[in-house]
């Protein structure tokens, strides 16, 4: 069997064709060997000899005959469902995907201000009707927006918002490395409710563990200022599912922009598909023709730092020793 660089695992994601991921590989890696396994035999026969495997994940069983592996590049952020454990007892190194998705979330979080500052949502509902009907927008200038979490979406979104006239309020683990934003403040209870209080926009671009799942819950919904809204880029588990819904019925805040939501996929009976003041896309702010390109570019990044011996690029677990 010749010795393969890469091998593309078959199963795809978010619609987009392994093919093409395999096509941008190729293109940056004209030297290397990129084959795609497109089906369970042709993943068994060409893993042996492999350098470099990726995909969503790899089968357990299959590691015992990677002789050659040293890395899996995963193409989600998370890794959760990857075998952590049994990939670094084999001596191999783990990378994400990590970042990717930035510029596309990013767009989508200024989308969603702008749509509730300018009240294009009602705009568009009333042209459903063909209503000839005018209605009171407001100005995003001179708004102040919290970004919750600075990694590489927080920080891509307050990048963006740059040339709006807003002020902006980041909230880290650790404050004290500072950040892009006007103030960076930490995750404790007060330095968030300053925060809230004094926001109209309320962006979560965190990641969810034990610190920030159900941080924006009741309490938080009855900090914030009732024009606030809430957009939420995340994961849904980040807010209280039943402390949102109250708030938007009631009127304590004026809207929400979900694009992630708890549970997921929502339900179609839930009542956050009937409230005027909630949008909902259903997980797909990363999703952009780009996906692959960006992706492509790590792992053929990565690949020559194999060689060289560097640090890899998004890398999430080391081999064990």
């Known amino acids: ?13 978010e619609g987009l064709s392994m093919e093409s991921y395999a096509d941008a590989l190729r293109e ?15 993943e068994r026969e060409l893993i ?18 990677a002789e050659r592996l040293e890395l899996f590049a995963c193409t989600f952020a998370g890794t959760d469902h990857v075998p952590m454990d049994a990939l670094a007892d084999h001596g191999v190194a ?10 596309g979330i990013a767009e989508q979080a200024i989308g969603n201000m702008l749509v509730f500052a300018r009240r294009l949502h009602e705009g568009w509902r009333r042209k459903q009707h063909a209503e000839w009907r005018h209605f009171q927008s407001s ?7 919290t970004i919750v979490g600075l990694g590489s979406i927080g920080q ?3 990048k963006r918002l740059q040339g709006f006239d807003v002020d902006t309020i980041g909230v880290r683990y650790t404050p004290s490395k500072g950040g ?6 930490g995750f404790d209870d007060d330095a968030i409710h300053d925060a809230l209080a004094r926001s109209e926009y309320v962006v979560l671009a965190c990641p969810l563990n034990d610190l920030t799942r159900g941080l924006i819950g009741d309490d938080e919904f009855a900090t914030m200022r009732t024009d606030a809204v809430l957009v939420n880029t995340a994961r849904g588990g980040i807010v209280d599912t039943d402390a949102l819904v109250s708030a938007l019925q009631s009127n304590k805040i004026r809207g929400a922009a979900l694009d992630v939501t708890d549970p997921e996929p929502l339900p179609q009976d839930h009542p956050l598909w009937t409230l005027e003041n909630c949008l909902i896309t259903p997980h797909t702010g990363g999703h952009t023709p780009k996906h692959w390109d ?3 570019d790590i792992v053929a990044e990565n690949l020559d730092r194999l060689d060289s011996g560097e640090p890899l690029h998004n890398q999430v677990s080391a081999p064990n020793q």
Not at 28 to 42: F, N
């Open 94 to 103: 783990v990378t994400n995907a990590g970042g990717i998705h930035a510029p």
């Open 156 to 158: 891509a979104i307050v």
């Open 180 to 185: 892009p934003t006007d103030e960076v403040v």
């Open 28 to 42: 940056r890696l004209t030297d290397r060997s990129v084959t795609l396994a497109r089906t369970p035999k042709q």
């Open 48 to 65: 042996p000899d492999a350098r470099v495997v990726t995909g969503i994940t790899i089968d357990e069983g299959l590691l015992d005959r």
């Open 1 to 13: 069997m010749t010795e393969t660089d890469v091998v593309v695992l078959r199963e795809g994601t």
């Open 139 to 145: 100005e995003f200038t001179d708004s102040t927006v």
């Open 294 to 296: 960006r992706l492509a």
